[in-house]
Every structure is written in structure tokens, then in C-alpha cells.
């Protein structure tokens, strides 16, 4: 299980976002940070933005 809790992104949320694989846990963040923080699709989809989520993924 992967899990993202928004809190460790700086923002403040107790959402904790989860996933059973990376790929996952990538679409429901984006979902998460669109619906939940009124993020644009197209701001969390750039190489630098993913890269930032994947460093905040915790493996469990
Ligand atoms: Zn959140």
C-alpha cells in the first residue's frame, strides 16, 4: 500500500491519500489536489510536479 498524507506536502489537510500501486496513488493524489485544493489537472501533470508527489509517497 502507498499512502500520501497531505500534511507531509505542507498543506493543511488531514487527508491521506492511498493507492495499491504508484500509479494509483498518482491519479487519486491528482484527483485529491484537483477536487480537495483547487489545483489545475494540467499544474500536477508536469514532470516537476510528479516528481514532487513520488518523493512524498510512503511504501506500507
Ligand atoms: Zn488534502
Same mark, same amino acid.
Given at each position: 500500500?502507498?499512502?500520501?498524507?497531505?500534511?507531509?506536502?505542507?498543506?493543511?489537510?488531514?487527508?491521506?491519500?492511498? +493507492?495499491?500501486? $504508484? !500509479?494509483? *496513488? @498518482?491519479?487519486?493524489?491528482?484527483?485529491?489536489?484537483? /477536487?480537495?485544493? +483547487?489545483?489545475? $489537472? !494540467?499544474? *500536477? @501533470?508536469?514532470?516537476?510536479?510528479?516528481?514532487?508527489? /513520488?518523493?512524498?509517497?510512503?511504501?506500507?
Amino acid at each position: 500500500m502507498y499512502t500520501i498524507s497531505c500534511r507531509d506536502v505542507g498543506r493543511d489537510c488531514d487527508c491521506v491519500i492511498q +493507492g495499491e500501486t $504508484e !500509479e494509483e *496513488i @498518482m491519479k487519486n493524489a491528482a484527483e485529491h489536489a484537483v /477536487k480537495g485544493h +483547487g489545483y489545475k $489537472e !494540467e499544474d *500536477i @501533470m508536469t514532470p516537476e510536479m510528479k516528481n514532487k508527489i /513520488k518523493s512524498y509517497i510512503r511504501k506500507s
